[in-house]
């Protein structure tokens, strides 16, 4: 079954740093465009970043400046790196990305789990 795995949430203290990874597993799939969002308790879910299969990259005013979202294609893996860390970066953090198997010129949508952020004052 294909997923979307992300990993690298845990808890910090303010200011410091984390780096989420999104991986595709369970089949033979590139990873397209793929954006981080996040949702804190009691608020939407809101766009954190996304990255362009072209490398063209956009970020929410609650990321410009501290976060950064990348992509290593041989591995099929999107990373986003957080820096200056809040409290109010507290949140579970998903990811969405577009799939596509090898051989097709199809692009299946899917999101991850989640994975939590936890930013101590």
């Known amino acids: 079954q294909v997923q979307l795995v992300e990993s690298g949430g845990g808890l910090v203290q303010a200011g410091g740093s984390l780096r989420l990874s999104c991986a595709a597993s369970g089949g033979d799939f590139s990873i397209g465009s793929t954006a981080w969002h996040r949702q804190a308790p009691g608020k939407q879910r809101e766009l954190v970043a996304i990255i362009h299969i072209s490398g063209s990259t956009n970020y929410g005013n609650s990321a410009k400046g501290r976060f950064t979202i990348s992509r290593d294609n041989s591995k099929n893996t999107v990373y986003l790196q957080m820096n200056s860390l809040k409290p109010e970066d507290t949140a579970v953090y998903y990811c969405?990305?577009?799939?596509?198997?090898?051989?097709?010129?199809?692009?299946?949508?899917?999101w991850g789990q989640g994975t939590q952020v936890t930013v101590s004052s």
């Open positions: 969405n990305a577009d799939l596509r198997r090898l051989g097709s010129n199809l692009d299946l949508n899917y």
